[in-house]
Nanobody
Framework: QVQLVESGGGLVQPGGSLRLSCAAS????????MGWYRQAPGKEREEREL??????????NFADSVQGRFTISRDKAKNTTYLQMNSLKPEDTAVYYC???????????????WGPGIQVTVSS
């Protein structure tokens, strides 16, 4: 089993910054991709938006709405992924979820894991 735990959320004023962390633990042989999603107020789970993704090969992809403002990075030794969010806007307000594509054991399938989510509120 793999556990993901997000931290670093909270209330910030427009134009401010936050850094979210996602710590992974448990049975992890390899992590093929690390991503951040968000679910805006009033949206259903199926409407979660991909914010950023980082592959094990170092490729990144960002939603158009956050391009140039957000960065994603990884501390492999700590099994921790970060989402640095700058120039935050009220429309960035959402619950942010960490998602990892994990191979638990050598030769096993890849599985998707989610953290419980963390609230980010951008408001004056």
């Amino acid at each position: 089993q793999v556990q993901l735990v997000e931290s670093g959320g909270g209330l910030v004023q427009p134009g401010g910054s936050l850094r979210l962390s996602c710590a992974a633990s448990g049975s992890i042989f390899s992590i093929n991709a690390m991503g951040w999603y968000r679910q805006a107020p009033g949206k259903e789970r199926e409407e979660r938006e991909l914010v950023a993704v980082l592959t094990s090969g170092g490729r990144t992809n960002f939603a158009d709405s956050v391009q140039g403002r957000f960065t994603i990075s990884r501390d492999k030794a700590k099994n921790t992924t970060y989402l640095q969010m700058n120039s935050l806007k009220p429309e960035d307000t959402a619950v942010y979820y960490c998602n990892h594509a994990v191979v638990p054991f050598p030769g096993s399938h890849e599985y998707d894991y989610w953290g419980p989510g963390i609230q980010v509120t951008v408001s004056s």
